[in-house]
């Protein structure tokens, strides 16, 4: 089954700095790769997502970039800002067939990475 | 718009019971999944269920069972409950339109099992 590796466990940066985790994936027939920000005591919370079509997404200081060929994708922050302190989940999902949300399978999510950003 | 919501929100269990987790999906989606996490870890896949049948299922024992109902809300039992149940149970769902691809997160359920 697909097994999504996620790097690093902890990054600490000061604010104003850009911050950078990265993803690597097992099974190329994956092609949703979404990533999730969780507060401690919250639920996961949806904050960029990337299709296989697609290379590179922008919303405002958050990107997400996707190298298909090498299985891996990054979640790129700049300009962080204390409130961008959380653990940091990438996931991968393969398309299943038919049309629409359904077709898409499981979420297989990461390790997790645990954001600080210092004032 | 409510969002995905959860019941109960805490639950506290001793080993051998059975319980029952509940979940209604955001409104306009009809795809549920369930997920469980672990302290420090990522969600794992329990299994999704669409027109309520289980379409996939994930790497968990058959204690673990769910059901969906005609309004599209989802309940997850598990059996037989074992220390390492201990977690936070996590319901998400998803539009089955064109575009229905992302999966948003109801607040979760913490479960205990002493």
């Known amino acids: 089954g697909e097994n999504v590796e996620q790097h690093p466990s902890t990054l600490s940066v000061q604010e104003g700095d850009s911050a950078v985790i990265k993803c690597t994936y097992s099974d190329s027939a994956s092609n949703y790769f979404p990533w999730y920000k969780q507060e401690l005591g919250k639920r996961p919370q949806l904050i960029i997502d990337i299709r296989s079509n697609v290379g590179e997404k922008k919303d405002q200081r958050i990107a997400v970039t996707l190298n298909k060929t090498a299985k891996h994708f990054s979640l790129h922050i700049t300009e962080t800002q204390p409130e961008d302190s959380a653990v940091y989940f990438c996931?991968?999902?393969?398309?299943?067939?038919?049309?629409?949300?359904?077709?898409?399978?499981?979420?297989?999510f990461g390790q997790g990475t645990i954001l600080t950003v210092h004032p | 718009d409510a969002g995905v919501t959860q019941s109960p929100t805490h639950l506290i269990k001793t080993r051998g019971q059975q319980v029952t987790l509940r979940c209604s999906p955001k409104?306009?989606?009809?795809?549920v999944s369930w997920y469980q996490q672990a302290l420090g870890q990522g969600p794992q896949f329990i299994f999704q269920y669409y027109e309520e049948e289980e379409r996939q299922r994930g790497n968990f024992p058959d204690r673990f069972s769910g059901h969906q109902f005609p309004n599209y809300s989802s309940e997850l039992n598990v059996n037989a409950l074992l220390l390492g149940d201990s977690a936070l149970y996590l319901c998400?769902?998803?539009?089955?339109?064109?575009?229905?691809?992302?999966?948003?997160f109801g607040p979760g359920t913490r479960l205990t099992v002493t």
């Open positions: 996931a991968a999902s393969i398309f299943l067939g038919g049309a629409g949300g359904t077709s898409y399978g499981k979420l297989t």
């Open positions: 998400a769902s998803r539009g089955s339109g064109t575009g229905g691809y992302e999966q948003y």
């Open positions: 409104s306009g989606h009809d795809t």
